[in-house]
């Protein structure tokens, strides 16, 4: 301990110290503590135990940005040939004694019974919390559940409400592990709001300190600002008695404020905003920076930078400007000139060497390096960053600026949490460089500066795992360590942690049922007979006639569905009600799970937008009529000449209309009839007060059904993670993935695919969907699996980008379909939808062309364009490793090279 503190320039506080000596005790540690707290001593810690003992330390991070730095900071203090990284795209030195590594490898690595694992002593979980990640936090407790005991686990994340929970878990599954919890900044931090050029503080009173938590302060607002909040208010009531033109509303009604943070656009409350270049004048002359000034919006980002670089401002002085344009030229040197020029290179150079920058996920990961080098170097002033800066690596500022309180979740906008906030000011405060740190709040129409306060006041959120078994995760646990050990190891997770303590209070409700429900059947009473046998006869025929009818519409709707994807401007097809029609649009509906949307001309003129919910069947074309592309509804003479063409083609071709009516199901038709005819004979239905019978019966019913729902949502709490792991093996085992509880050959390929569509990426390729493309055709077939459009992106009628992808993206969506309706069958969340909207960008470059060429056709930022490029690459890579030797590795093989080059392969290095 002693040696090691001496690598610090400052103390260590009490609580690393205290986390440090648990772990020299021979424990696992959870060390929760705030952004900034210096948590990573601890995991550095853990390093430097390694080396002394003479074992290996893994140190795993959640994101490859994070492990390359950490890899450069081991390296620095320890020297390159001690310390290794293994990420999905870079491989240095992987037999060290250190090596730092994303979660994922780890997990892969302990599936595969890796040789590397051999003397591992230390597992350092950076940001361990992000377990309760929905995609990727499985990863996290498979790790801690699998790793053998004998492997001493660094846990460190931030502050959460329920670390006692967590701690507990880890106790219960690791055995000694201590919990060491901080809530206490190392450096205060003071809270504003800046009102135009006005830098207010949030709170009166004495200023922070570093000993005291947010709660221990007396918060007491401002009353400047509250004055300000009451000032805003009459100004809107005296403009409400002003006249509000023809209409009563005003030219400019609408708002879209949200919450109690504000962020009313309304012209006349809002009053003039603070720019963003007037932000950057205020916090120069406070000395305040380097900030960083929090965005949600990736393009908010790249238009902060464009309008206070229009602005004319500079932060830096020549030597800083200097510094920041050689460490931008070096981090780009394996850039071509075309590259750089489509890019916008010079653009970014400009800004950055005036101090301003952007930092988000739409950037290249080279861009995003040369700003996070320059920030750390002190020389760039003012980082205009997403929320995901505050997730990942370590970017400390004087100043944090947040613009808005409020942020679009993908469907609407909402106020940021407690938890999000601190994350995000979390970062204000350089330890061993400022005495302070500062956040900053954007006044915003209709604020209030008591909820803001509050916001400010609380500092933890709760943690709840996402933990799921996935078919990947069934088949090699089920290799690994069999049916009955993977179960066991399920319901050792957190998520089963977690769901356990739900079952106490589930366990009341259902006997508080019980009781009513015997004071009902006391109620049901008939001289006749025996009136429940009668009301279950008649709750049997509704069910069968509901539940056929609900199969068949099912069964119908994704038929429908299915049959509008497939669809093409100047399909010929015959819509109910509208008769032969041309399709002129298609598209697809983000906010309702994806729902396929069809417009339409009929012989009339009339134009429809049909969603599969306006059709009992699926829409077939008959054939084709040309659909110019200059063609416009408002042009009555192109409308005329696509019908004529339309009528022609039907003239010539003479089809049948299609048959849309939803077929009967004869064997339940026969078994309603067979009991209508029991019912019909039972002696209650002659008695003359059948129907108030029938009515306490009906209450009867139903709560049995509710103390049923009860009972199994207790026992499918009790074991909710068992029964997921038993349907999930019952697919697997339908589609022979598995035989008798052991795996086949089959089964066995699937261990090697690790994607959201596993199953649908194994089946294909046992259906041979793959085979026969080439290298350009396949990356655009495989992007379909891991390609997920954002919500806000506005994805004009994407394609496949020629006939052979056509045909397999065609039965990659049959198999992706059947897939679906077996795992209805068997109760299982559906796998989400393939998505083309990346496959032409993926075939073009895979094809050998420019990057502004490809840039330019899919519109597409260009750090997203690298992040998809690579996940094609890495999926081809993952086939490869599956399929074993032949034409479709060598395909898959082609597909990685093809792809691993320009910007991709030097983004590759730059990692």
């Not at 065609?810 to 379909?817: E, G, N, T």
Request: glycine share 8%.
């Amino acid at each position: 301990m002693s040696d090691f503190a001496k690598l610090y320039p400052y103390q260590l506080d009490d609580y690393q110290l205290s986390a440090c000596e648990e772990l020299a005790a021979g424990a696992g540690v959870l060390v929760a503590a705030p952004t900034g707290a210096g948590k990573t001593v601890v995991g550095e810690f853990a390093v430097h135990m390694a080396i002394a003992t003479s074992r290996k330390c893994f140190y795993t991070t959640p994101i490859k940005a994070l492990s390359n730095q950490k890899y450069h900071d081991l390296v620095e203090r320890y020297g390159p040939e001690r310390v290794g990284l293994l990420t999905g795209d870079s491989s240095i030195n992987s037999e060290a004694q250190i090596v730092v590594m994303t979660t994922e490898v780890l997990r892969n690595m302990i599936y595969a019974s890796s040789p590397t694992l051999k003397n591992l002593g230390f597992v350092v979980m950076d940001e361990v919390h992000y377990l309760a990640d929905k995609f990727r936090g499985a990863v996290w407790e498979e790790v801690i559940l699998a790793l053998p005991e004998s492997v001493q686990i660094v846990a460190l994340s931030a502050t959460v409400s329920n670390v006692e929970d967590f701690g507990e878990w880890l106790r219960t599954v690791r055995g000694h592990f201590a919990v060491v919890v901080s809530e206490r900044r190392p450096v205060p931090l003071f809270q504003h709001v800046l009102v135009g050029r006005r830098l207010l503080d949030l709170f009166e009173g004495t200023a922070p300190t570093a000993r005291e938590l947010p709660s221990e302060r007396a918060v007491k607002v401002n009353r400047e600002l509250l004055a300000v909040s009451k000032g805003e208010g009459g100004r809107v009531r005296d403009d409400s008695r002003r006249p509000r033109g023809r209409s009563g509303r005003g030219k400019n009604d609408r708002s879209r404020g949200s919450g109690q943070y504000g962020g009313s656009t309304h012209p006349r409350f809002a009053g003039r905003p603070t720019s963003r270049a007037e932000v950057a004048i205020v916090l120069d002359r406070a000395n305040l920076l380097p900030a960083i000034y929090f965005i949600f919006s990736r393009i908010g980002c790249d238009s902060a930078v464009r309008q206070v670089a229009d602005a004319g401002i500079t932060l830096t002085n020549r030597a800083e400007a200097s510094l920041l344009g050689e460490i931008a030229d070096r981090h780009v040197a394996n850039l071509s000139r075309a590259d750089l020029d489509a890019l916008d290179y010079e653009r970014f150079r400009d800004a950055l060497m005036a101090g301003v920058a952007a930092h988000h996920a739409g950037q290249l990961p080279a861009f995003k390096a040369i700003v996070e080098e320059g920030f750390a170097s002190g020389a760039l002033k003012l980082v205009f960053a997403t929320e995901t800066l505050a997730l990942g690596i370590n970017m400390p500022a004087r100043t944090v600026v947040i613009e808005k309180l409020v942020k679009y979740n993908g469907e609407a906008h909402v106020d940021i949490t407690p938890g999000e906030y601190t994350q995000l000011t979390g970062r204000a405060g350089r330890r061993g460089i400022d005495v302070e740190g500062h956040a900053v709040v954007l006044w915003q129409a209709g604020m209030d500066p008591r909820a803001v306060a509050g916001l400010a006041s609380r500092r933890t959120y709760p943690l709840r795992s996402s933990f799921a078994p996935t078919y990947n995760m069934a088949v090699n646990l089920i290799s690994t360590m069999g049916p009955e050990r993977s179960r066991e190891l399920l319901e050792q997770s957190f998520a089963q942690f977690q769901t356990d303590k739900t079952v106490v209070k589930a366990a009341r409700v259902e006997r508080s049922l019980q009781a009513d429900l015997e004071a009902a059947r006391e109620a049901v009473y008939c001289e006749q007979g025996d009136a429940m046998e009668y009301a279950r006869l008649r709750d049997e025929i509704s069910a069968l006639e509901a539940s056929s009818s609900k199969a068949r519409r099912a069964e119908a709707a994704d038929q429908v569905s299915e049959s509008m994807t497939q669809l093409m401007p100047g399909d010929i097809v015959h819509v109910p009600r509208q008769g032969w029609s041309v399709v002129l649009r298609v598209g697809q509906k983000v906010k309702r799970d994806g729902e396929p949307w069809v417009q339409t001309i009929s012989g009339d003129h009339t134009v429809l937008k049909l969603q599969p919910h306006d059709l009992r069947g699926p829409l077939v074309p008959v054939g084709r009529a040309r659909v110019p592309r200059d063609f416009s509804l408002r042009d009555r003479r192109s409308r005329r000449a696509l019908l004529s063409a339309m009528s022609a083609k039907i003239e010539e071709l003479d089809p049948e209309i299609p048959d849309t009516a939803i077929p009967t199901d004869d064997a339940v038709a026969a078994q309603i009839a067979t009991l209508r005819a029991e019912l019909r004979a039972h002696p209650v239905h002659a008695c003359p007060d059948r129907e108030l019978h029938a009515v306490e019966a009906a209450r009867v019913i139903r709560i049995e059904r509710e103390a049923r729902r009860v009972e199994e949502q207790t026992t499918g709490r009790a074991n909710s993670l068992a029964v997921q792991f038993d349907r999930v093996c019952a697919v697997l085992d339908e589609l022979g993935y598995l035989d008798d509880d052991r795996l086949t050959d089959a089964g066995r390929m699937l261990r090697r695919i690790y994607n959201e569509l596993d199953l649908v990426a194994a089946e294909c390729i046992r259906r041979d969907v793959f085979e026969g493309l080439d290298p350009a055709q396949l990356a655009a077939v495989l992007s379909t699996l891991v390609f997920e459009s954002r919500p806000s992106r506005d994805a004009a009628h994407p394609r496949m980008p020629d006939a052979a992808s056509e045909r397999a993206q065609s039965q990659l969506r049959m198999v992706w379909r059947e897939v679906g309706q077996l795992e209805r069958k068997h109760k299982r969340d559906r796998g989400r939808e393939p998505d083309i909207g990346f496959a032409e960008a993926a075939w073009r470059w895979s094809s050998g062309q420019d990057l502004s060429k490809v840039l330019a056709n899919t519109g597409m930022a260009a750090g997203d364009f690298v992040r998809w490029v690579r996940q094609v690459i890495d999926l081809a890579g993952q086939l490869a490793a599956a399929v074993g030797p032949g034409d479709l590795r060598r395909t898959c093989h082609a597909v990685a090279d093809s792809m691993r080059r320009g910007v991709v392969a030097a983004d590759m290095n730059e990692d």
